[in-house]
């Protein structure tokens, strides 16, 4: 996902590497057209996100892309995103606290969305690789580091103040929103594939899969 949001900044005006970058991409997918989400049956209802951002990725604008993801019950991937920021941010501690709105937004959506199921949730658990941006998210005080982002990011603050988030540090190996923020390296692409949740679901393997499930 991360290489199609790259690739689409520049579609207003490609160039020949944009146009190699998108060949390698239908490559891509079509040799991993039984790649799919397989979702097994009692998976449970616990949501928990995961939020994570390259501060200063993009060489032209230098700004930051942000990505999130959203499980339910524990490791069925349910919701993700990837998108570069509208501001700059200045350092990446600023970058990981700016990306830790979005994906609260959408957690919190989907909180909604359970609730007319009559599932209710509090304390939704957030993993982000950031000490410090976990350090602003719970301070209820504006400081120096803070007063100049827009007001629309601090939204994470009243969600953490009021017990609905809860914000836990990750260690970036463990962080499964890698994905969506950077190229990474072969090993650790297939790496998190296999954690989000995607299988093999030609017919052989599905029914490996139903079995191992039932």
Not at 58 to 65: I, N, Q
Not at 81 to 88: I, L, N, R, V, Y
Not at 137 to 161: A, G, L, M, W
């Amino acid at each position: 996902m991360y290489a199609t949001c790259y690739c689409a900044r520049y579609q207003a005006k490609p160039t020949e590497k944009h146009l190699t970058a998108v060949k390698r991409i239908f490559r891509y997918l079509k040799d991993t057209i039984h790649i799919g989400l397989w979702y097994p049956k009692d998976i449970g209802f616990k949501l928990t996100a995961f939020s994570d951002s390259d501060h200063v990725g993009c060489l032209d604008s230098r700004k930051t892309t942000s990505g999130g993801i959203q499980f339910l019950g524990g490791d069925t991937l349910v919701s993700w995103s990837s998108k570069k920021h509208d501001c700059t941010s200045m350092s990446s501690a600023e970058a990981e606290y700016v990306s830790l709105f979005p994906c609260c937004a959408q957690v919190l959506w989907l909180r909604t969305q359970l609730t007319d199921y009559v599932f209710y949730f509090n304390k939704l658990p957030m993993y982000c690789d950031s000490k410090a941006a976990i350090a602003i998210s719970c301070n209820p005080v504006q400081h120096s580091r803070t007063k100049h982002i827009d007001v629309r990011y601090h939204f994470i603050k009243e969600k953490v103040e009021r017990g609905i988030v809860e914000l836990f540090f990750v260690g970036t190996k463990y962080q499964l929103s890698n994905l969506f923020t950077k190229a990474l390296s072969e090993d650790r692409f297939k790496y998190l594939v296999r954690r989000l949740g995607m299988r093999c679901l030609t017919p052989e393997d599905l029914e490996v899969l139903a079995n191992e499930s039932s």
